[in-house]
């Protein structure tokens, strides 16, 4: 069965570095999404991305973060000048097309920010 | 704007007891509400969803939920709860219907313990 995939499962940095997550969606799908959960939290919307451009965004993606689709299969988050408050389990997830509505998401990306 | 609200931090069950975990939400036009589980370390796992038609909806692994607009609620329900169902389970509304990202807006979880 296709699923998300993520890597790496669990990224260390130092406040202030950039950090690029990784995220192969499901091959077919066209609407990709980034969310996070802090540890103990909820799971919160990031942002959403369709024809290889931003739909939506929330608070929360500032001009720090930003997406991108560099080819036909990945679909990457860049955090740069990372904060101790960036840290968080970061989750990718694809869906189809709009009438199915089911989202996919993948393991997850462990963000530790020191 | 849509929410959910899931009232119970934690539920603890005997195995093969039934299990009810709750959910009720607050939308503007027609719902579309999710349930997804997270197993320790791992990513959420889509178990099932209601858009339109019966009220009752089976999903993945024996759970169902029951979709009752007039309580504005979707719980989440299984006849008989195994040790291996302990997780975190999210009750989640689509965004507003128009919006073609159509981002998911969570709960903030429930922890299903089920004791041997």
């Known amino acids: 069965e296709p699923e998300v995939t993520q890597t790496p499962s669990h990224q260390v940095t130092q406040m202030g570095q950039e950090v690029i997550l990784r995220c192969v969606p499901i091959?077919?799908?066209?609407?990709f999404y980034w969310y996070r959960q802090i540890l103990g939290q909820k799971v919160e919307f990031l942002v959403s991305?369709?024809?290889?451009?931003?739909?939506?965004k929330s608070e929360i993606f500032d001009d720090r973060f930003s997406v991108e689709r560099p080819d036909g299969s990945n679909f990457t988050l860049k955090i740069r000048s990372t904060k101790l408050e960036d840290s968080a389990m970061y989750f990718c997830?694809?869906?189809?097309?709009?009438?199915?509505?089911?989202?996919?998401f993948g393991p997850g990306t462990r963000l530790t920010v020191l | 704007a849509q929410s959910v609200a899931q009232p119970e931090d934690q539920v603890n069950v005997a195995e093969g007891n039934p299990l009810t975990v709750k959910c009720t939400y607050s939308?503007?036009?027609?719902?579309?509400l999710f349930w997804y589980v997270q197993y320790p370390n791992r990513g959420l796992q889509f178990l099932l969803k209601?858009?339109?038609?019966?009220?009752l909806v089976k999903g993945s692994y024996g759970f169902e939920a029951e979709f009752n607009k007039s309580q504005t609620s979707f719980h989440l329900k299984k006849p008989s709860a195994l040790v291996s169902d302990s997780a975190l389970y999210f009750c989640?509304?689509?965004?507003?219907?128009?919006?073609?990202?159509?981002?998911?807006?969570f709960g903030q979880g429930t922890e299903l313990s089920v004791k041997p």
């Open positions: 997830a694809s869906k189809e097309r709009v009438s199915t509505d089911t989202q996919y």
């Open positions: 091959s077919n799908h066209l609407y």
């Open positions: 991305f369709y024809n290889n451009e931003i739909s939506e």
């Open positions: 939308v503007s036009g027609n719902p579309y």
């Open positions: 209601y858009i339109t038609g019966d009220n």
């Open positions: 989640a509304v689509r965004d507003s219907p128009y919006n073609q990202g159509g981002k998911l807006i």
